[in-house]
């Protein structure tokens, strides 16, 4: 049973340009949440998906834009690259489970991208 | 809103030496609380998890309880080896959140020969 995977592993970038990142989800599981880690913190949650639609956000600007595919395959879009975007960029996923009981969500290795 | 707060590392241990991270968290309602391990290089590991005040997760020799009224989450093992350094992050998903996951800032842990 293949877990989360993400690609590509690392990415390098200059400010300005944009990049995408993509994340297939473990199987049987249709939500997909994307986060960023910097260097030496914790993960920072970006948004979720769950039915080809963004169903909650962190507080990240316009610039962090994301889609889910009918096959729950998600991909991150970044425009307009900062050198602060460098970090790794998690993908995780999980079944639907309730609001009121949120299953655990599992994660994949991360891209690791730089921005120059 | 929703914080999980974390002993600030780094932590150096002996092999063998007994482990404890500290974690509390601030939340509405009755979250669900986890720790994750990363292993240099690579992504996040469910290391465990606990759903419910008393609840006890445990794991590779880890164990944590969850402590509604203290609001605690400690992580604990009798004997720790080498191979279990890693960055250790407390972490909970809030009732209602949609599992959106809160982070701490990450434990890292070394363990020496």
């Known amino acids: 049973d293949a877990g989360v995977t993400q690609s590509p592993t690392h990415l390098i970038k200059t400010r300005g340009q944009q990049v995408t990142l993509r994340c297939s989800p473990k199987s049987g599981h249709d939500t997909v949440s994307w986060y960023q880690q910097a260097l030496g913190q914790g993960p920072q949650f970006i948004f979720q998906?769950?039915?080809?639609?963004?169903?909650q956000r962190g507080n990240f600007p316009d610039r962090f834009s994301g889609h889910q595919f009918p096959n729950y395959s998600s991909e991150l879009n970044v425009n307009a690259l900062l050198l602060g975007d460098s970090a790794l960029y998690l993908c995780?996923?999980?079944?639907?489970?309730?609001?009121?009981?949120?299953?655990?969500?599992?994660f994949g290795p991360g891209t690791r991208l730089t921005v120059l | 809103g929703n914080s999980v707060t974390q002993m600030e590392g780094p932590v150096t241990l002996s092999e063998e030496a007994f482990l404890t991270i500290n974690c509390t968290y601030t939340a509405t309602g009755y979250p669900s609380l986890f720790w994750y391990v990363q292993y240099p290089g690579e992504g996040l590991q469910l290391l465990l998890k606990?759903?419910?005040?008393?609840d006890k997760g445990s794991n590779k020799g880890f164990e944590a309880t969850y402590r509604k009224e203290t609001t605690s989450f400690h992580l604990e093992k009798g004997s720790v080896q080498v191979s279990d350094s890693a960055v250790y992050f407390c972490a909970l998903t809030n009732s209602g959140g949609y599992q959106k996951v809160t982070f701490g800032i990450g434990t890292k842990l070394q363990v020496i020969p």
């Open positions: 998906y769950y039915e080809e639609e963004e169903r």
């Open positions: 995780a996923s999980s079944q639907p489970g309730l609001a009121a009981a949120p299953d655990t969500q599992y």
């Open positions: 606990a759903t419910k005040a008393d």
